[in-house]
């Protein structure tokens, strides 16, 4: 079963199409970029800079998951800051840095530490 694509976005990155969307989570309002292949094996959570002050995100991140290869999954901090406004080169940019094995994974309690115990985390896990 595929994803939904109304009022999503469409990119295709290395001859891969992947949707991706901006939706607040439910508890706080924060903003998360999210990044799916069509197909539904791979989705990328990333936190965005919001616009309210809840919490400064000190190391941005994104938290990968495969509903097949398992051993893959796992938290990468991005090398660049995310606006809050995302753009197809920023999605392009997290595709390609994930793609090239260019980003630093980490875990969970590094992430904890590096945010300065960013209460966001926990609702993102």
Known sequence: MAIRTKNRRRITVNGRE???YVMSEKE???P???ICDHEKDMRIRVPLS???NYGKIERPFCYIS???EKSKQGIFLLP???PSAVTPSV???ILNGLHDNTFERTSYG???ELNNHLWLLDMIF
């Open 91 to 93: 999605v392009a940019a």
């Open 110 to 112: 590094e992430l904890i």
């Open 50 to 52: 919001p616009y309210e």
């Open 32 to 34: 998360i970029l999210h």
């Open 28 to 30: 706080g309002g924060w």
């Open 18 to 20: 992947y949707i991706w």
């Open 80 to 82: 660049f800051e995310v």
């Open 66 to 68: 495969y509903n097949t």
